[in-house]
């Protein structure tokens, strides 16, 4: 642990919990200087789902300068807990949608009911909806491209029609997502979740104004395209987001991921940059502010 990073208890639950998977939990890392924004997480799978481990979590996060989190649905049963999680807690707004792997279940009363539930004051975003190629290969549970591209589609006239960011996964399916967002006519915003394309595809999504939200992959040494496409996207577009319990970033890969890790990606991004900590801290918050309209929840 480094000096002057802060000592807060991690609950019974949560502890035990990864205790029996095996890796521990991080300690806390050093507490940023200037506050930040995790644009991406899902705190029903790594902090626990009652209002006490929300609390917790968030305490965790703002000890080490990660004042607020974006708590993203991919099931139904998710997009009926964040919402009540950000009435929980100030620090914490939620996004709504079926991940892709999901889109099977997408029939009219979950459109109805998500519909519903994405209106709320306190969700910020319409999100994850995309493309996924890795797992239906892998998994026969798995929604294929077609109904995918269906539900992909709900996704983006949803998110027109309530006038709220859309939140991109794409894993495997670049080319697929860019061409379905200029066939339907994106949102008014766009955020590519957890980045992870090259640098030619990042100056695509710049082009067409999307933004793009780095995880803990861009901290990873053998990452090297990834950390390409890092030091070229515009700063105005850049967010940063942890996607616990997922991807923890260096020097804490493998082991379990939490809003409070995001020190170290913001860090990993700052080095790639050439710029200092603080100064992209204010600049990855001041967008998360800007997209997410956060001014107007307080």
């Given amino acids: 642990m480094g000096a002057g990073a802060a000592e807060l208890p991690v609950s019974g639950e949560y502890d035990d919990r990864h205790s029996r998977a095996g890796p521990v939990a991080p300690a806390l890392p050093e ?8 644009a991406h997480t ?3 799978a790594c902090a626990g789902r009652t209002e006490r481990d929300v609390r917790a979590a968030m305490d965790r996060a703002e000890a080490v300068g990660v004042v607020a989190a974006v708590t993203v649905a991919d ?12 009435g929980w807690d100030a620090r914490v707004v939620a996004a709504v949608a079926l991940h892709p792997t999901r889109a099977g279940g997408l029939d009219d ?13 306190r969700v910020v975003a319409i999100g994850e909806s995309g493309l996924d190629y890795y797992w239906p290969q892998r998994d026969p549970g798995c929604a294929d491209p077609a109904i995918q591209r269906e ?18 996964h794409d894993r495997d399916a670049h080319d697929d997502v860019l061409a379905v ?3 339907e006519g994106p949102p008014e915003t766009v955020i590519m979740h957890c980045f992870s394309g090259d640098a030619a595809l990042a100056e695509r999504c ?12 861009v901290t990873f040494r053998n990452a090297r395209e990834l950390r390409e496409a890092a030091a070229v996207a515009p700063a105005e577009l850049l967010l940063v987001e942890t996607d616990a ?18 020190p170290w990606t913001l860090r990993g991004l700052a080095d790639i940059r050439g710029v200092h900590p603080d100064q992209l801290a204010d600049t990855v918050r001041a967008n998360a502010e800007r997209v997410f309209r956060l001014d107007k929840l307080r």
């Avoid at 710049?206 to 992959?217: E, N, R, T, V």
């Avoid at 319990?245 to 995001?262: I, S, V």
């Fill in 42 to 44: 899902h705190l029903d």
């Fill in 75 to 86: 099931d139904l049963e998710s997009a009926r807990w964040v919402p009540k999680a950000a």
């Fill in 109 to 121: 009363a979950v459109r109805d009911e998500l519909a519903r539930l994405a209106a709320g004051d």
């Fill in 181 to 183: 967002l200029k066939a």
């Fill in 31 to 38: 507490p940023l200087g200037a506050p930040i924004v995790d």
């Fill in 245 to 262: 319990p997922f991807l923890t970033p260096h020097p804490h890969r493998g082991k379990p991921n939490e809003p409070y890790c995001l």
């Fill in 151 to 168: 539900a992909f589609g709900w996704h983006i006239e949803l998110a027109k029609r309530l006038g709220k960011p859309l939140m991109i």
């Fill in 206 to 217: 710049a082009d067409a104004g999307y933004l793009m939200s780095f995880a803990g992959p």
